[in-house]
């Protein structure tokens, strides 16, 4: 499974702090995006970059900021002002154009203790 | 913004069985459906998508139905493996995505298939 990877695997931090979680692609892919998934509730889309230097927010925005400097790489911090971070994220990416596959990432697990 | 439902949560078929899984998007707008299968604690992946111009599209044990006109798709397996015990999950973009594939998706169905 090469292509996308996420790190750290897991990651636990103490509230109030603001924690960045790495995404990193090498399939040349424009768009990138980030999801949230929490038991029952699916995958909700954080944001998403169809270009470098570009980004838009998702349906679940509140909390969270992103920075797209480089093509292969898709940062997302989540800040102190995310009400509930305990989550498993998913980063993702796809070639330009709508309605092409994704390709995940294995996802990190964050715990705020 | 585009809304889906997914149905049922949870499944559970024996072996050799048929399963299916049911979604509703509200976008009319929306020409694209995707299905990607998450294994426990793996990646989602896709296994099958649709576009609007086709009805149904089959590969191998799987196939996917799309009816426009009352918005919804459905996941078809037939003859299940223990292999195919997973969660789905269905997904459609709405009208607005741009250059990305921006989608939304549906909550999941855990499959178990028993022996």
């Known amino acids: 499974d090469g292509g996308i990877t996420q790190s750290p695997k897991y990651l636990f931090r103490k509230e109030g702090q603001n924690v960045t979680l790495s995404c990193e692609q090498n399939?040349?892919?424009?768009?990138m995006y980030w999801y949230r998934q929490d038991p029952g509730q699916g995958l909700r889309l954080i944001y998403y970059?169809?270009?470098?230097?570009?980004?838009q927010k998702g349906d679940i925005a509140e909390g969270y900021s992103v920075s797209r400097e480089k093509k292969e790489s898709f940062p997302l911090t989540v800040t102190s002002a995310q009400k509930n971070p305990t989550a498993f994220y998913l980063c993702a990416s796809s070639i330009a154009g709508g309605n092409r596959e994704q390709f995940f990432g294995p996802g990190t697990r964050l715990t705020v203790l | 913004g585009e809304n889906v439902e997914q149905h049922p949560s949870t499944l559970s078929v024996q072996e050799g069985d048929s399963a299916v899984i049911k979604c509703t998007y509200s976008?009319?707008?929306?020409?694209?459906f995707p299905w990607y299968k998450q294994e426990l604690g793996k990646r989602p992946q896709l296994i099958i998508d649709?576009?609007?111009?086709?009805g149904e599209k089959k590969d191998q044990r799987i196939a996917v139905t799309l009816n426009k006109t009352a918005k919804h798709f459905s996941l078809h397996i037939t003859e299940t493996q223990p292999e195919d015990s997973a969660v789905y999950f269905c997904a459609a973009p709405g009208g607005d995505t741009g250059t990305a594939s921006k989608l939304t998706f549906g909550t999941g169905t855990r499959l178990q298939v028993t022996l």
């Open positions: 976008d009319s707008a929306s020409n694209y």
């Open positions: 649709i576009r609007s111009n086709v």
């Open positions: 399939l040349n892919h424009d768009a």
């Open positions: 970059s169809q270009i470098v230097n570009d980004f």
